[in-house]
């Protein structure tokens, strides 16, 4: 998403007259330090964002679908893409591997492969040559060549260099990772935070999500309501916080 907002923010900028100030990394490790106090307008990520409205961080009206990736695999540009079209030839790519990456942390497409590795029956067999970075890297280490097949959510790949996506994993095993915004509940210009969320659900935005790999998300009641809020204003937080200044 930090991508997406790449593209379209400086638009976003011009029209509402506000900066973005964006910090990205791991939903959960910024959803922590939100419940910890760190400011923020917009929260844009995976599905942490219960523990927010719980703990009153976010706006629970405001939470709004923006979009989903699946998990793919991944492979150094220029590198032979193995078979994966089916679970069976999934399995036996991931048993051939010299190296597989992905990531650690709960609350990832790492957590649930590690997950669907044991249902798959193979995860006694892989775990030497598993690396499990705690930081959202796995895509870099196999563009640097120290990690042959990588796991990660097909936006992550499609917007590293470096990196070719093999494909999504077989649909029989597929998970998606899924975006969505919502206000902070301590924002001085909510409506300007609101405007940032139409716009990433805007037909602005949506070739600029599907070229990165993602697809839109449903509409909701607070989609509905925000699709007539376009032009506002000021930082913000997306597996990303965003932060709007004038």
Do not use: C
């Amino acid at each position: 998403m930090r991508t997406v907002l790449n593209e379209i923010g400086p638009q976003f900028e011009r029209t509402s007259g506000y900066k973005l100030n964006v910090t990205h990394g791991i939903a959960g490790t910024l959803a922590d330090r939100i419940i910890d106090g760190e400011s923020f307008d917009v929260f844009i990520g995976p599905p942490v964002q219960g523990r927010l409205i719980q703990n009153n961080k976010v706006i629970a009206d405001t939470r709004t679908a923006i979009a989903r990736s699946g998990i793919g695999v991944e492979m150094r540009a220029g590198a032979h893409k193995p078979d994966i079209s089916s679970v069976e030839a999934f399995k036996r790519t991931l048993l051939n591997a010299k190296s597989i990456g992905y990531l650690k942390q709960e609350g990832t497409s790492g957590a649930y492969l590690h997950g669907l590795f044991e249902r798959l029956g193979i995860a006694d067999t892989i775990k030497s040559k598993v690396t499990r970075p705690e930081t959202d890297i796995v895509s870099e280490l196999v563009a640097k060549g120290e990690i042959e097949l990588g796991m990660v959510v097909i936006t992550q790949i499609m917007t590293t260099p470096g990196v070719e996506l093999v494909g999504p994993i077989p649909q029989e095993l597929q998970s998606y990772v899924r975006w969505s915004g919502g206000v902070s509940a301590s924002s001085a210009t909510p409506d300007v935070a609101k405007a940032l969320i139409s716009l990433l659900r805007s037909p602005i935005a949506l070739p600029v999500l599907k070229a990165q790999g993602m697809e839109p998300g449903p509409v909701t009641a607070a989609a509905q309501q925000f699709s007539a809020i376009y032009v506002l204003r000021r930082p913000i937080f997306s597996d990303m916080k965003t932060i709007i200044r004038q």
